[in-house]
């Protein structure tokens, strides 16, 4: 094995050792309260190795989940039809629930929803309701929408889940497409 495949494989060691000792700590305290410090330590890195590969416990999150994101936001762009696009978003945020309650307990939900942002466009890319809604316009009815859909979910997951997913999705459908909510 080459010299620079084994630095290579140190380092990807390295942040996965990171990111998993931030997502553990975060179970019990959060984001706010941590520092490197714990995080190194609960990893068995020093904090120069840490500083190597992130500058911050909030890059760390970010390096994780947006790669998860983009997954499901690319598969969600092939998909032809607005209803599987909205079962596979709703499958998503499924699967999510206990990443997303560990946020909201762990207080980095405006994290999450940046990412969730940043890969919603494309979901959001044949729903714009006027051709002639480019630039700023475009923008504001992307930020909207995403912010409310990603509101739904949160408030689904704080709530208890006490709806149904069929229930979460008939609503995110209606305010898609003021398609009729049961």
């Known amino acids: 094995m080459a010299a620079t495949e084994h630095a290579q494989n140190i380092k990807k060691d390295t942040r996965e050792w990171i990111t998993s000792a931030l997502l553990e700590l975060l179970r019990n305290k959060p984001l706010s309260k941590l520092t490197i410090s714990e995080v190194v330590k609960k990893a068995g890195v020093s ?25 499901i936001f690319n598969k969600i762009a092939n998909k ?11 499958r998503f945020f499924n699967a999510m629930t206990k990443d997303f309650q560990m946020a909201i ?4 939900t405006d994290l999450l929803y940046q ?13 714009i309701p006027f051709a002639d809604w480019t630039g ?9 929408m995403s912010a409310g859909v990603f509101e ?8 208890g889940q006490k709806e149904t997913l069929d229930e979460i999705s008939a609503l995110i459908r209606f305010f898609h497409r003021g398609e009729p909510y049961a």
């Open 47 to 71: 904090r120069m190795a840490f500083y190597r590969n992130y500058d911050t416990l909030e890059q760390v999150l970010e390096r994780y989940y947006t790669p998860l994101f983009a997954d």
């Open 80 to 90: 032809k039809s607005h209803e599987q696009k909205v079962a596979d978003l709703t």
């Open 105 to 108: 307990e762990g207080h980095y």
């Open 115 to 127: 990412i969730f942002k940043l890969h919603i466009t494309q979901f959001y890319d044949e729903l």
């Open 136 to 144: 700023a316009k475009r923008s504001y009815w992307i930020d909207f």
């Open 152 to 159: 739904i979910w949160l408030m689904w997951i704080k709530n």
